[in-house]
């Protein structure tokens, strides 16, 4: 019963992995008149002085932090308001999903509307508001790219990292306030010593889960820059070194790097929690 | 005097002025918290009411300086311009395609190891689990060229198989992993009966188990149906021609009536971009405990 649905992932998933190892160590390309050659490390080799490559890197670490960190902030604040009493709490709770539920390139495109250079909502609310004195080209300008394609991601997630911290705020069992009441302690200690505390494991699955899937963003920056060198993720990148260049073998060597950045991320936050641990 | 009267009668009321005061200071109270909540409610919505307002915005207010926060004269034509544009519409048609197959695919293969994984006792079974969970987090990148030069082999390029196909590797180990955790969370009286009735595993299993886990299969469906709808890496990859785009890449490709390189038709795309959301938005509204089980039943155990 499990054999159908192993097949599947095994096809889908493994046997291409395997494969983008081994195309890594190929000269793989669509391009390409000639067979598919062997060429060891040269692919590797290649990578580590591949400027562009690095370039990519550095804006998708930034990137992942900008957007985690607010994400994970704003997520606190909005979980922390919704998870008091008040009528329409469920309601709220609904419409938090929204976001979430629109495709990221639907929401980019809503998003590169409102940016736009001379009929955007954002430039028309600056002017009125005398915060600017001329229209601002939000997303070519090398200055403001970055912060406007943060913000798309920010406002798309952020409800939803909210509402995962907001259900491990309703685990946490009232009576603990209660009694921290009683002793007199103030709402900003039951913030530190109750609540930070016992709301730890539901951060820490946020936070490892959001940071991996900014790691591997795609969609918003392909629509907002399309392959724009100064402004590409690892995965823009890398999807065009394949589909659009078609070089598959060196491609296979970015993916595989992608892969261990992650990698080690993933380790980064695992030895966290373990040393939280002892 | 009432007031008096009344605390003659109930001593422990308190007088009505007071009450009153302290009613109306928890009212103030309640200021910064509804300012917040207010702030939160239109930064969240301000986005969709913009696309809303450009959608039924005509061209010449569109792009237009000042620029209006509600159109004075609201028209259809954007949504009439988007929806007979023959791109957008097969879009929709093609992801409504791949997306429902998608979804039934994973169901299929979902259930049935779920039950193997919820049920049974058996050498790997842990580490099959493992595998599945670890595999959610899975970057998509990470096999793009492996899956192109695999689909390319195999003659699926720029068909809609080539993406049924490759979803399954973001649709299928989420649903396997919740559809397990609600096989494990039935009693196992009925199944037991069934057997001693004499009924076969695979009997169990569609007579008795899965009707029983039809809500686990409406909050898997949901959530394979969402994901597949919302891809866009592999469905720009793998397609190539118009007539195959999902509508994420129709979206993205829009050039409008006039086809003019110097004009985005923002109208249109916003309308686009409505007729695509208003389904997702009230899915999500009627739906909402439902897709939230299904994230926290992957999220909280990892």
């Known amino acids: ?278 | 005097m009432t007031a008096v009267a009344e605390t003659a009668a109930r001593p422990r009321v308190q007088p009505r002025a007071q009450r009153l005061s302290r009613r109306s200071r928890r009212l103030i109270k309640r200021v910064p918290f509804l300012l917040l909540l207010l702030i939160i409610i239109v930064y969240i919505g301000f986005p969709f009411y913009w696309a809303f307002r450009s959608a039924f915005t005509p061209d010449a207010e569109l792009f237009k300086t000042p620029v209006q926060y509600f159109p004075s004269h609201p028209t259809w034509a954007n949504f009439h311009d988007a929806l007979t544009d023959s791109n957008f519409r097969r879009g929709l048609l093609n992801s409504a395609i791949v997306a429902g197959a998608v979804t039934l695919l994973a169901l299929g293969l979902g259930s049935l190891a779920g039950y193997a994984l919820g049920r049974f006792r058996f050498r790997g079974r842990s580490a099959a689990l493992y595998m599945m969970l670890s595999m959610t987090i899975f970057p998509q990148i990470a096999i793009l060229g492996a899956l192109y030069t695999l689909i390319n082999r195999v003659h699926l390029y720029n068909t809609l198989w080539a993406l049924v196909f490759s979803y399954m590797v973001l649709v299928l180990p989420l649903t396997v992993w919740i559809l397990t955790t609600f096989m494990r969370a039935l009693p196992r009286d009925l199944e037991e009966a069934a057997y001693i009735d004499g009924a076969t595993p695979l009997q169990v299993f569609y007579k008795v188990m899965l009707p029983l886990i039809a809500p686990g299969l409406v909050t898997a469906g949901l959530l394979a149906f969402i994901a597949a709808w919302q891809e866009f890496l592999y469905a720009l990859s793998f397609t190539e021609t118009p007539d195959k785009h999902t509508v994420t890449v129709a979206i993205t490709t829009f050039t409008g009536k006039t086809g003019s390189a110097f004009q985005v038709p923002w109208g249109e795309i916003m309308a686009a971009t409505v007729i695509v959301t208003v389904p997702l938005i009230v899915l999500t509204l009627a739906l909402q405990r439902r897709i939230l089980a299904g994230l926290t039943a992957g999220a909280v155990k990892g």
């Open chain 1, 1 to 278: 019963m499990l054999g159908p649905a192993l097949v599947v992932v095994a096809l889908v998933a493994l046997y291409p992995l395997g494969e983008t190892v081994y195309q890594s160590f190929t000269d793989k390309s669509f391009l390409g008149l000639g067979g598919t050659h062997w060429i060891g490390l040269e692919n590797y080799t290649n990578l580590v002085h591949d400027s562009i490559f690095r370039k990519s890197i550095v804006t998708t670490v930034k990137f992942t932090a900008i957007t985690v960190g607010f994400e994970f902030v704003l997520g606190l604040v909005i979980a922390l308001v919704v998870n008091s009493n008040f009528r329409g709490r469920g309601v709220m709770r609904a419409v938090m999903l929204v976001p979430w539920a629109i495709p990221t390139v639907i929401s980019a495109q809503m998003w590169k509307w409102m940016y736009d250079d001379v009929f955007g909502v954002f430039n028309d609310l600056g002017r009125r508001l005398h915060l600017l004195h001329h229209s601002v080209a939000w997303i070519s300008q090398p200055n403001t790219s970055l912060g406007a394609v943060c913000a798309v991601d920010i406002w798309k997630t952020t409800p939803f990292v909210a509402l995962l911290l907001l259900a491990g705020l309703q685990v946490i069992p009232k009576d603990l306030y209660e009694a921290a009441d009683v002793d007199g302690a103030s709402k900003l200690q039951q913030f530190w010593r109750i609540t930070m505390p016992l709301l730890r494991p539901a951060i820490l699955v946020a936070l490892i889960f959001r940071t991996l899937d900014a790691l591997r963003v795609f969609d918003v920056f392909y629509v907002f820059f399309g392959n724009r060198v100064d402004t590409q993720t690892m995965a823009v990148y890398d999807q065009n070194t394949i589909v659009t260049v078609g070089n598959v073998g060196y491609g296979a060597a970015v993916s595989v790097a992608i892969f261990l950045i992650i990698a080690i991320f993933v380790v980064i936050y695992v030895t966290f929690i373990k040393v939280e641990e002892q």
